[in-house]
């Protein structure tokens, strides 16, 4: 069986990686170098504190690969466990902290809810006064996003799959038998194969429309600033999530920070092939405010050290889609920002799809486009 990947992010490589371990023959196709569109801007970051059950379980399922992946694939990817902590001044909102917690946990995730006072002790800069409850994981983490897709890549090509860069697919169209790849700029045009993978990111609705369905994902633009702040952040300090307000900052090396959010309902659509990746000034300055208003490591002598901008491809719901859309195409897109966290379990899951036609690792069925025609389904709120 032969099957064509297309995306060179960590959702593809990863994928290429089951697929060919499974003893599928396996050609990955991407357009410019791997981990070019989103995962070399990502932030890195591996939590299970999410809203929804089907997230928490890509989480843990991912998270097993995780803990592993510097013996299983011999990369050390950086990775540390500062924990995820999550804090509200909403009531209402800290009653579904409270609920999410519990549904964590029932999935064997160890997440508690703290009060304003604990949530101070594992972040000494944090504002407790401004908040009335919060969320912690301390198995949450991050890591590099580079290394873990060079240690899948690495993986992928010792199984046998053939990766291809700077190689534009410009449509999959299936066929009664199979798909055929037509690429942009080879010289022989077309590659027909067995089956083929949609993990194009921000562009895999482009490739959707040329297999014949639609993919309802947009290309948002999110933002990263390094900051040096006022007093050094502690590198044992959470990854912090102003869930109100979407602000949200970690620890980098010799006492920086990152700070993101998106803020003021300006979140707009960009053109996925024209984006400028420098944050904007003003962004960047009211970023480093609501960090302040969460921490007081950020105040007016907070220095801006550089920074980065990159996309979220979002769904309405801020679930993926991973799904077999048509005979032949599988689609793994849409993470809304939770593609490298999840890559693992999706790697499965498509490598089942593809062989098995169901998924058995995560129950995916909720992950289809047909949930956006009844508009009921689940969102997910710990979004950043």
């Given at each position: 069986?032969?099957?064509?990947?297309?995306?060179?992010?960590?959702?593809?490589?990863?994928?290429?990686?089951?697929l060919?371990?499974?003893?599928?023959?396996?050609?990955?196709?991407?357009?410019?170098?791997?981990?070019?569109?989103?995962?070399?801007?990502?932030?890195?970051?591996?939590?299970?504190?999410?809203?929804?059950?089907?997230?928490?379980?890509?989480?843990?399922?991912?998270?097993?690969?995780?803990?592993?992946f510097?013996?299983?694939?011999?990369?050390?990817?950086?990775?540390?466990?500062?924990?995820?902590?999550?804090?509200?001044?909403?009531?209402?909102t800290?009653?579904?902290?409270?609920?999410?917690?519990?549904?964590?946990?029932e999935?064997?995730?160890?997440?508690?809810?703290?009060?304003?006072?604990?949530?101070?002790?594992?972040?000494?800069?944090?504002?407790?006064?401004?908040?009335?409850?919060?969320?912690?994981?301390?198995?949450?983490?991050?890591?590099?996003?580079?290394?873990?897709?060079?240690?899948?890549?690495?993986?992928?090509r010792?199984?046998?799959?053939?990766?291809?860069?700077?190689?534009?697919?410009a449509?999959?169209?299936?066929?009664?038998?199979?798909?055929?790849?037509?690429?942009?700029?080879?010289?022989?045009?077309?590659v027909t194969?067995d089956?083929?993978?949609?993990?194009?990111?921000?562009?895999?609705?482009?490739?959707?429309?040329?297999?014949?369905?639609?993919?309802?994902?947009?290309?948002?633009?999110?933002?990263?600033?390094?900051?040096?702040?006022?007093?050094?952040?502690?590198?044992?300090?959470?990854?912090?999530?102003?869930?109100?307000?979407?602000a949200?900052?970690?620890?980098?090396?010799?006492?920086?920070?990152?700070?993101?959010?998106?803020?003021?309902?300006?979140?707009?659509?960009?053109?996925?092939?024209?984006?400028?990746?420098?944050?904007?000034t003003?962004?960047?300055?009211?970023?480093?405010?609501?960090?302040?208003?969460?921490?007081?490591?950020?105040?007016?002598?907070?220095?801006?050290?550089?920074?980065?901008?990159?996309?979220?491809?979002?769904?309405?719901?801020?679930?993926?889609?991973?799904?077999?859309?048509?005979?032949?195409?599988?689609?793994?897109?849409?993470?809304?920002?939770?593609?490298?966290q999840?890559?693992?379990?999706?790697?499965?899951?498509?490598?089942?799809?593809?062989?098995?036609?169901?998924?058995?690792?995560?129950?995916a069925?909720?992950?289809?486009r047909?949930?956006?025609?009844?508009?009921?389904?689940?969102?997910?709120?710990?979004?950043?």
């Amino acid at each position: 069986m032969h099957v064509a990947v297309v995306g060179g992010g960590i959702v593809g490589v990863a994928s290429a990686y089951e697929l060919a371990a499974r003893g599928v023959d396996v050609t990955l196709f991407e357009r410019g170098s791997l981990g070019a569109g989103s995962t070399d801007r990502a932030l890195g970051g591996i939590r299970a504190q999410f809203s929804t059950r089907v997230n928490v379980e890509l989480s843990v399922a991912s998270i097993n690969v995780w803990d592993a992946f510097e013996e299983r694939f011999g990369v050390d990817i950086d990775r540390r466990h500062t924990g995820y902590l999550f804090c509200t001044r909403d009531p209402e909102t800290a009653d579904a902290f409270a609920e999410q917690v519990a549904m964590q946990n029932e999935c064997g995730v160890a997440s508690r809810t703290v009060s304003p006072e604990e949530a101070a002790e594992l972040c000494p800069g944090l504002r407790a006064e401004e908040f009335v409850a919060g969320t912690y994981c301390p198995d949450d983490s991050f890591a590099d996003p580079h290394l873990a897709l060079q240690g899948y890549a690495r993986a992928a090509r010792g199984e046998g799959a053939e990766i291809r860069t700077n190689t534009p697919v410009a449509g999959l169209r299936p066929r009664e038998s199979g798909v055929r790849v037509e690429l942009t700029d080879d010289p022989d045009g077309t590659v027909t194969v067995d089956a083929a993978v949609n993990a194009a990111g921000a562009w895999a609705p482009r490739l959707a429309e040329t297999a014949g369905y639609d993919l309802p994902i947009v290309p948002h633009r999110r933002q990263t600033a390094v900051v040096e702040p006022e007093r050094p952040v502690p590198e044992s300090d959470p990854l912090v999530i102003d869930a109100d307000t979407t602000a949200h900052f970690r620890p980098e090396r010799d006492g920086r920070a990152l700070v993101g959010g998106h803020f003021g309902g300006r979140d707009p659509v960009v053109d996925a092939d024209r984006f400028s990746e420098t944050p904007d000034t003003d962004w960047a300055v009211e970023a480093v405010e609501r960090a302040g208003d969460a921490a007081d490591y950020f105040g007016p002598e907070t220095r801006l050290a550089g920074g980065w901008a990159g996309l979220y491809a979002v769904t309405p719901d801020h679930h993926a889609i991973v799904e077999e859309s048509v005979p032949g195409v599988v689609t793994a897109a849409g993470f809304s920002g939770h593609g490298f966290q999840h890559a693992p379990a999706t790697a499965t899951i498509v490598a089942e799809l593809v062989l098995d036609g169901e998924s058995s690792t995560v129950d995916a069925s909720g992950l289809g486009r047909e949930r956006f025609e009844h508009g009921d389904g689940p969102v997910e709120r710990n979004v950043a």
